[in-house]
C-alpha cells in the first residue's frame, strides 16, 4: 500500500507566499516522477508542475517564475514554493506520484493525494 498526503495549504493574500509538501509513504522502491495539479472552482484539474528522477522540472506557463517544484529523494517527498500568488492560484491542489513498488518489477503505478485547499485573497 502507498499513501500520498499533502499539506501546507491555507489563506493567504495576494502577493504572499505558501509552501505545499507531499509525502508519499508505504511499499515504494523508487519514485519516479512527482507532480503537482490544481482544480480551480468549477474548471477541470491542471497540470501545476513536474519534477523527475533525475531533478529535471517543467512548469506551467502560468506558474513560471512564482512556484517552483522540488523534491527531497530521502524523503519521498515533494515540494511546491508559491511565490508572489495570484487570487487565479485559488484551488484546490493535488500531488501525483509515479512509484515503482519493487525492485523485481519495473511497473509503475500513479497515486494521488486527497488534495489541499489554497486560497489567495485579493
Known amino acids: 500500500q502507498v499513501q500520498v498526503v499533502e499539506s501546507g495549504g491555507g489563506l493567504v493574500q495576494a502577493g504572499g507566499s505558501l509552501r505545499l509538501s507531499c509525502r508519499a509513504s508505504?511499499?515504494?522502491?523508487?519514485?519516479?516522477?512527482m507532480g503537482w495539479y490544481r482544480q480551480p472552482p468549477g474548471k477541470q484539474r491542471e497540470l501545476v508542475a513536474t519534477i523527475y528522477s533525475d531533478g529535471s522540472t517543467n512548469h506551467a506557463d502560468t506558474v513560471k517564475g512564482r512556484f517552483t517544484i522540488s523534491r527531497d529523494n530521502a524523503k519521498n517527498t515533494a515540494y511546491l514554493q508559491m511565490n508572489s500568488m495570484k487570487p487565479e492560484d485559488t484551488a484546490v491542489y493535488y500531488c501525483?506520484?509515479?512509484?515503482?513498488?519493487?525492485?523485481?518489477?519495473?511497473?509503475?503505478?500513479?497515486?494521488w493525494g486527497r488534495g489541499t485547499q489554497v486560497t489567495v485573497s485579493s
Open positions: 501525483n506520484a509515479a512509484i515503482q513498488g519493487s525492485m523485481w518489477s519495473p511497473l509503475l503505478s500513479t497515486y
Open positions: 508505504g511499499s515504494i522502491f523508487s519514485i519516479k516522477t
